[in-house]
């Protein structure tokens, strides 16, 4: 467009918006004017933030913004642009006009931008089922990101969001559920609405309780995240969680009915038994203190409540998986544990360790007591 045209144009936008939104028209037209493009920049974004903006976002941005795109901070461009794709007719349309950014932006100063309007792209493919060629995009933007000392944060939470979107499409739980604590470490969960966080909340407890890489949910029991389905139907989901993380096979078997609700957790119900019993198992040999970690399958199947018949392999799935450290007497049937991978401690727990404590205080005690009593005429020498 004529640059001499652009007032006229911007006139005419100012009249047909709606009329909170003059005032910014008219600082719009002024900053212009002035060639203030960073403030003209900021009013231009407060401007796109108000949902009545959107009929003469296209407009705006293709005939105006466009004409001075090289002048203003890129990364601010890609926002302006996201604000004008939500006005596209469908996501192919979408699609276009976000790759046509994207490569506006690809230059060697602007790689953060590049990263933020590719992922834009990416998350538009993975609406139109193109996951080939979604993952190829975001390893190139993990590839550029890992190049940069720092970035903005929103750069990296739409990454991480994105990517945690595609490995939930694909049931990839493991990825998915590292992607999207890492986009909750790049947000602030205020400016979330209760639906997305009651949402993210109960696909990040699925994909813990079905994954088989994933034991320890410690992260997300410390994140407040999870407080978001208390007082929500899925409460039962938050629940379920902290049984597994204290392997309480009781507390199971009373929720194990509301597994139904979810088509994943149902496919694995056979699989969640075997992972809460192990963390039972690893309950009970961290309950013991180091030198009384020798037991009898017998011992561990009273403890645990898991049917003495299936101790031996328990024992030895929680080997493998690097869960506990030890040996396994076949014969006499006897595990002797090592080590048992550290976990997050619910209150309960806490006492235990508080009680074990105790205990070794008054084993030091006793054990000073003796050493005084047996030594009394060492130590006046």
Avoid at 117 to 133: F, I, M, N, S
Avoid at 229 to 257: E, I, K, M, S
Avoid at 325 to 352: C, E, F, H, T, Y
Wanted: aromatic share 10%.
């Amino acid at each position: 467009m004529d640059l001499d045209t652009i007032p006229n144009f911007l006139a005419e936008q100012r009249d047909a918006a709606p009329p909170n939104l003059q005032d910014l028209f008219m600082s719009i037209e002024d900053y212009w004017e002035r060639r203030l493009w960073h403030q003209l920049t900021d009013v231009l974004l407060e401007f796109f933030k108000s949902p009545k903006s959107g009929p003469q976002r296209i407009a705006v941005y293709k005939t105006f913004i466009l004409s001075f795109a090289d002048k203003i901070n890129q990364l601010k461009l890609v926002t302006l642009g996201l604000n004008t794709a939500s006005q596209c007719r469908n996501d192919h349309e979408r699609l276009t006009f976000l790759a046509s950014l994207a490569s506006k932006v690809n230059k060697p100063s602007s790689q953060d931008a590049f990263v933020y309007a590719t992922v834009a792209v990416t998350r538009v493919k993975l609406q139109l089922h193109d996951y080939d060629g979604a993952r190829k995009d975001l390893d190139q933007a993990e590839q550029i990101l890992d190049s940069f000392d720092s970035v903005e944060t929103v750069v990296h939470a739409s990454f991480y969001r994105v990517n945690a979107d595609f490995y939930h499409a694909r049931l990839e739980f493991a990825s998915y559920y590292k992607n999207a604590l890492l986009y909750l470490a790049c947000v602030d969960l205020a400016k979330l609405t209760q639906e997305e966080r009651e949402s993210r909340a109960y696909d990040l407890s699925v994909a813990a309780l079905v994954s088989d890489a994933i034991y320890n949910f410690g992260e997300l029991l410390l994140h407040p995240i999870l407080d978001s389905l208390v007082d929500t139907p899925h409460a039962w989901l938050r629940t379920l969680l902290f049984a597994f993380n204290r392997g309480d096979l009781a507390a199971y078997d009373v929720l194990v009915n509301n597994i139904s609700k979810n088509n994943l957790l149902k496919e694995h119900e056979r699989f969640l038994y075997q992972k809460i019993s192990l963390s039972a198992l690893t309950e009970t040999v961290f309950r013991r203190p180091p030198h009384d970690r020798a037991m009898t399958f017998t011992t561990i199947s009273d403890e645990t409540k898991v049917e003495p018949s299936r101790i031996e392999i328990l024992i030895m799935k929680a080997l493998s998986l690097g869960l506990l450290r030890g040996s396994i007497d076949q014969v006499a049937q006897i595990a002797r544990i090592s080590w048992v991978q550290p976990k997050v401690l619910d209150m309960k727990q806490v006492d235990n360790m508080r009680e074990r404590l105790k205990e070794w205080d008054a084993g030091v005690n006793q054990l000073g007591n003796w050493i005084e009593g047996v030594g009394k005429d060492v130590w006046a020498a």
